[in-house]
């Protein structure tokens, strides 16, 4: 007997290396990272990628995204509306 399970936070910094285009900063144990002054993290047992800016200490959660299928799908639909908001 096989067992698989798939857990979307394990190829979350892969994924945000392939969609962003640069190595990310990991955070919070691979669920959150920032890439740039952005940090991309998932909540809702991953069912949520949430968009927040950081300035120093602070932060602003500027959008949130499904994540449906896969999370990678979620990335780049998160990085078409950062694009939006600049």
């Known amino acids: 007997m096989t067992y698989r399970f798939e857990d979307p936070a394990a ?14 900063r990991v955070l919070d144990g691979s669920r959150a990272v920032l890439v740039g002054d952005v940090k991309l993290q998932l909540e809702a047992g991953e069912r949520e990628l949430w968009l927040i ?3 120093g ?8 995204v499904q994540v449906r299928d896969d ?4 990335l780049r639909e998160a990085k078409e509306k950062l694009r939006e908001q600049r």
Request: charged content about 30%; aromatic content about 6%; hydrophobic content about 40%.
């Open 11 to 24: 190829e979350f910094v892969l994924a945000v290396e392939r969609v962003f285009g640069e190595h990310p």
């Open 57 to 64: 200490p602070l932060e602003h959660r500027l959008t949130m």
């Open 53 to 55: 800016e950081t300035h």
């Open 71 to 74: 999370v990678e799908g979620a």
